[in-house]
């Protein structure tokens, strides 16, 4: 089974609108982290927002907020008022700690193209 | 406030050549990573460092080695590159203790094989 699972491989959204991407996940851990980064076509990989498996709110970074549901298993995110600059790829990630080993697994990623 | 710097940013080889990836981060981190990015694969770990003197196998680490130099920098190196090592790679750092610590990523290597 995959470990992270990203099941949009490409959206639309038209300026100003919210859009939310879909993350789902696959752990026997307790504690892990999920992440999502952002990757604009000039390649740089970019850190956007970070939610806990002990948290128990969701994250929120500026126009960014994680819809964590921990018994489904999914981190979506959730963009509001879409600007053309959001148009990127998107990756969701997760870290997990194992007796000292960790590990970080990232989805297919979503390519998100914001219309004007 | 460099971060995370790779060298080079391009680099073009024939099939049977060998070449390192050099990576350099000045944020302390005890964490340092490989990654290669293919067109609809994601990240896919080839080897990380949890910290100084320590290195692990990631997912696709064959054809590959890496050293950790010192805490600053983690190479990775093609001993004979192939056609299939076509890629970007990523280097990426993080602290290794608190999951709630994201991964900083370098501009990446766009390396092809020729």
């Known amino acids: 089974a995959q470990k992270i699972t990203q099941t949009q491989p490409g959206m639309f959204v038209q300026e100003k609108e919210a859009v939310t991407l879909d993350c789902t996940y696959d752990?026997?851990?307790?504690?892990?982290?999920l992440f999502w980064y952002k990757q604009p076509s000039s390649g740089e990989m970019i850190f956007l927002i970070y939610?806990?498996?002990?948290?128990?709110q969701n994250a929120t970074e500026g126009r960014y907020s994680l819809n964590f549901q921990k018994a489904r298993k999914s981190a979506n995110l959730v963009i509001s008022a879409s600007q053309l600059g959001d148009s990127a790829m998107y990756f969701c990630?997760?870290?997990?700690?194992?007796?000292?080993?960790?590990?970080?697994?990232f989805g297919t990623g979503t390519k998100l193209q914001v219309i004007p | 406030n460099a971060g995370v710097t790779q060298t080079p940013k391009f680099q073009v080889l024939k099939t049977g050549q060998s070449m390192t990836l050099q990576c350099a981060q000045d944020?302390?981190?005890?964490?340092m990573y490989w990654y290669r990015q293919d067109p609809g694969m994601g990240l896919r770990l080839i080897y990380y460092?949890?910290?100084?003197?320590?290195?692990d196998k990631g997912e696709v680490p064959n054809g590959y080695n890496v050293s950790r130099l010192n805490k600053r920098e983690f190479s990775l190196r093609l001993e004979s590159a192939a056609p299939s090592q076509t890629s970007v790679y990523f280097c990426?750092?993080?602290?290794?203790?608190?999951?709630?610590?994201?991964?900083?990523f370098g501009d990446g290597t766009r390396l092809s094989i020729l």
């Open positions: 990426a750092s993080s602290e290794f203790r608190g999951a709630n610590q994201p991964q900083h």
């Open positions: 752990t026997s851990d307790q504690s892990y982290g």
């Open positions: 939610q806990g498996s002990y948290d128990e």
């Open positions: 990630a997760m870290r997990e700690f194992s007796g000292g080993y960790q590990k970080v697994t």
């Open positions: 944020m302390n981190h005890n964490s």
């Open positions: 460092s949890a910290s100084e003197g320590t290195t």
